[in-house]
């Protein structure tokens, strides 16, 4: 069974970087396709990132040149590095796998449909 648990969340400034890290438990995390979502206070919980089997990758708009997503196979982990933050980037991430081989769940736009498994989300807060 895949458990997942991220990490890397906390306090940062405005223009300030963190690095998120969604950690698998109990199978092969290279297995499956990943996704970052998040929610900030009082709104949806919106699609931020993903990146497939097979290296496909989306970023929503709002983080495009800011936050990179990728694999450290060796630490069975994706991580999500983020820099320039900013206020509006403040909410609870999660992270999410689907066990699909193919791209489609990531290939235009970052769907919250396909998940089969999610972690309990971390906090980021940006603030000065």
């Known amino acids: 069974q895949l458990q997942l648990v991220e990490s890397g969340g906390g306090l940062v400034q405005p223009g300030g970087s963190l690095r998120l890290s969604c950690a698998a438990s109990?199978?092969?995390?290279?297995?499956?396709?990943v996704g970052w979502f998040r929610q900030a206070p009082g709104k949806e919980r919106e699609g931020v990132s993903c990146?497939?089997?097979?290296?496909?990758?989306t970023l929503t708009d709002s983080v495009k040149g800011r936050f990179t997503i990728s694999r450290d196979n060796a630490k069975n982990t994706v991580d999500l590095e983020m820099k320039d933050l900013k206020p509006e980037d403040t909410a609870i991430y999660y992270c999410?796998?689907?066990?699909?081989?193919?791209?489609?769940?990531?290939?235009?736009?970052?769907?919250?449909?396909?998940?089969?498994?999610w972690g309990q989300g971390t906090q980021v807060t940006v603030s000065s």
């Open positions: 999410a796998a689907v066990p699909s081989p193919y791209s489609a769940f990531c290939t235009d736009g970052v769907g919250q449909g396909w998940y089969d498994y």
């Open positions: 109990g199978s092969r995390l290279d297995a499956y396709g």
């Open positions: 990146i497939s089997r097979a290296g496909t990758i």
